[in-house]
């Protein structure tokens, strides 16, 4: 701060306001009410299928919940797995993301990706078609996919309502900015909406870091 030389009490009061509404101004965007929709960082992890389960764990092999997650009814499993890429290198301790689904899935960072040797196309999770080819190890069998490991495209969860609230529907594309003092705004962040899910926008660990963000953390949809 300047040295200045204050004639009056009236001015030195007027200097500290001056002062305080500059740092409000600064940081209001912290306590925008607007920021009500939480963030959440997702870790690389594997969906499976019956069937994939029975090749990587044994015949009518189930689950075990580690840690429940912010969808309903999902959860982190204890079980992990290992993804192998085409250039010999792993990624170890891949945890299976449960309940069982319809479709076998490896979701990886970019930085996996590149670790691993291979491509990973963003794609909306379930949308594997045509996706990369990986090879899943697990403690009793190995499965190689044909088609299924990608980048997860941005996108928040919403109930119904919420998507009224937000005035969006399943489907749309738009922008979402996180508050902090390294706030950024995220573009192509797809809406996602359904009777079950619960109000969250996710990104992943590379996107989270990059932005210095973290699960919690609240953020807008920016018009």
């Known amino acids: 701060m300047q040295n200045i030389e204050l004639s ?26 607007s920021y009500s929709i939480p963030v959440g960082v997702s870790n690389r992890h594997i969906h499976v ?9 044994g015949k009518g092999y ?38 069982i689904r319809s479709f076998t899935q490896v979701e990886l960072s970019l930085t996996d990706g590149i670790y691993l040797g291979i491509e990973l196309p963003i794609r909306i999770s379930g949308d594997v078609k045509d996706s990369t080819p990986v090879t899943i190890i697990g403690p009793k069998g190995v499965l190689h996919l044909k088609e299924g490991a990608i980048r997860s495209a941005r996108h928040i969860h919403m109930t119904p309502a919420d998507a009224g609230n937000f005035n969006v529907k399943n489907g ?10 390294g706030g950024v705004i995220f573009k192509n962040v797809h809406i996602r909406v359904s009777e079950n899910y619960k109000l969250d926008f996710h990104i992943d660990t590379d996107e989270g870091n990059c932005a210095n963000v973290k699960t919690g953390q609240l953020c807008k949809i920016v018009r």
């Open 8 to 33: 009056n009490y009236s001015e030195l009061v007027d200097l500290v306001t001056s002062i305080v509404r500059e740092k409000i101004s600064q940081k209001q965007d912290l306590f925008d009410a």
């Open 49 to 57: 299928t019956r069937e994939s389960l029975d090749v990587l764990y």
């Open 62 to 99: 189930e689950l075990n919940p580690y840690r429940y997650l912010s969808q309903p009814g999902e959860f982190a499993a204890k079980e992990a797995l290992t993804v192998v890429g085409p250039k010999m290198r792993a990624v170890e301790n891949i945890r299976i993301l449960g309940p």
């Open 172 to 181: 749309d594309e738009v922008r979402v900015e996180i508050a902090g003092e």
